[in-house]
Structure formats: structure tokens, C-alpha cells
């Protein structure tokens, strides 16, 4: 049974940098076909892609949050780590962590989301 | 990258049927084949109910279909019951370097 389960701060400070870690169980992360991506959705609005890495390390991001994220695994721990610099209010948000093992463009397996708050 | 535009609510009666748009581009809806769809009831995590324009995963009741054509794909709910009360978001591909853009959101009300 595929879980992932994601952890880190409920509350930021404006300007500080978030880290969340998402730990999968369940199956490898070096398993061939793993894509996990990062999803993200502020309270009443959309959902909003963020990130993706894949089995062979390559890495992905969204083109308006490029520069403030950084996507990595550890595959000794079967974890994803995102991290965002220069937190603001308006990146309030649950944030998800979901993955595919099927080498594909879509996301059958999804964490239970976080929560966070950015505010001084 | 825009996001894909839904309609923001659609509402049924019970066991009618019920079809929410999502309306891209050349760039992703209408150019590659790898539009899904998930379902997100309050609080919850997304559900995945539509992979790759047409497929329901294992475990996904049949009353749900995709399709698509042209610019827009489209998910159909038949035989509309109070458990689909839920969000829906259509997702999809995209060849701009964003590699993927949701739509909108649309609310499904069982009346």
C-alpha cells in the first residue's frame, strides 16, 4: 500500500524559507517510472502545481516559482524534500506532496496536505 | 501559463447526468493526450477519477467518463448521486516550461 505522508512548519514568518518533507512508504523512490510532484492550493482557490522530481533525479518547476524552489529526494530516507524561499502571505497554502509509479502525467497517490501559514 | 478554465459551479438532480468543461490550448489540452481529472470533496485531498483523457483508475465508478475535443476536454458524471458533491479540477500537460496547469475548479451540487 502506497502512503505518503507530508511534514514541516504550520506557521512562517514573511521572508523566512519553508521546508516541507514528504515521506513515502509503501515503494522506492529510486523505483523506476516514480514521478512526485508538489502541489499546492491557498484556502478556497485552486490547486496550483509546483515541482516535480523523478526516479532519475531530473527535476521540474513551475515557471512563476522557479527561482524560489528547490525539489530533492533522499532516497536513503524514501523521502521529497521542497524548499521556498522569501515566504509571503499570498503563499498561505495546504500543500500537497502526490506521486505516480507509472512513469505518467498523472498523480494516483496523494498525501493528506499540510497546511501553512505565513505571517509575522 | 494560464490556468485551464472550468465553469465555477454545475448542479443535478439526483441520477441525472451532469458534464463539466476545461478549456486550454494547442500548448496542453488540445495537443497531448495526458489531461486528468481529480475530485475533491471539503477537506480532503484530491482524488484521482480520470487519467489520460479517457481512463478510470482500479476502484473509480464507471459513472464517470472523460473525453475530449479540440481545446476541451470534458469530464461526465451519469446517474449524478449525493457522494459526487464534491470540487473537480481538470489538469493537463503542458509543452510551455511549466510542464503542468490545472483548471479553475468546478463545484458539482447534487440538488
Known amino acids: 500500500q502506497v502512503t505518503l505522508k507530508e511534514s514541516g512548519p504550520a506557521l512562517v514568518k514573511p521572508t523566512q524559507t519553508l521546508t516541507l518533507t514528504c515521506t513515502f512508504s509503501g515503494f522506492s523512490l529510486s523505483s523506476s517510472g516514480m514521478r512526485a510532484s508538489w502541489i499546492r492550493q491557498p484556502p478556497g482557490k485552486a490547486l496550483e502545481w509546483l515541482a516535480r522530481i523523478d526516479w532519475d533525479d531530473d527535476k521540474f518547476y513551475s515557471t512563476s516559482l522557479k527561482t524560489r524552489l528547490t525539489i530533492s529526494k533522499d532516497t536513503s530516507k524514501n523521502q521529497v524534500v521542497l524548499t521556498m524561499t522569501n515566504m509571503d502571505p499570498v503563499d498561505t497554502a495546504t500543500y500537497y506532496c502526490?506521486?505516480?509509479?507509472?512513469?505518467?502525467?498523472?498523480?494516483?497517490?496523494w498525501g493528506q496536505g499540510t497546511l501553512v501559514t505565513v505571517s509575522s | 501559463q494560464s490556468a485551464l478554465t472550468q465553469p465555477a459551479s454545475v448542479s443535478g438532480s439526483p441520477g441525472q447526468s451532469i458534464t463539466i468543461s476545461c478549456t486550454g490550448t494547442s500548448s496542453d489540452v488540445g495537443g497531448y493526450d495526458y489531461v486528468s481529472w481529480y475530485q475533491q470533496h471539503p477537506g480532503k485531498a484530491p482524488k484521482l477519477m480520470i487519467f489520460e483523457v479517457t481512463n478510470r483508475p482500479s476502484g473509480v465508478s464507471n459513472r464517470f467518463s472523460g473525453s475530449k475535443s479540440g481545446n476541451t476536454a470534458s469530464l461526465t458524471i451519469s446517474g449524478l448521486q449525493a457522494e459526487d458533491e464534491a470540487d473537480y479540477y481538470c489538469n493537463s500537460y503542458t509543452s510551455s516550461s511549466t510542464l503542468y496547469v490545472f483548471g479553475t475548479g468546478t463545484k458539482v451540487t447534487v440538488l
Open positions: 502526490a506521486c505516480t509509479v507509472a512513469d505518467a502525467y498523472y498523480c494516483d497517490y
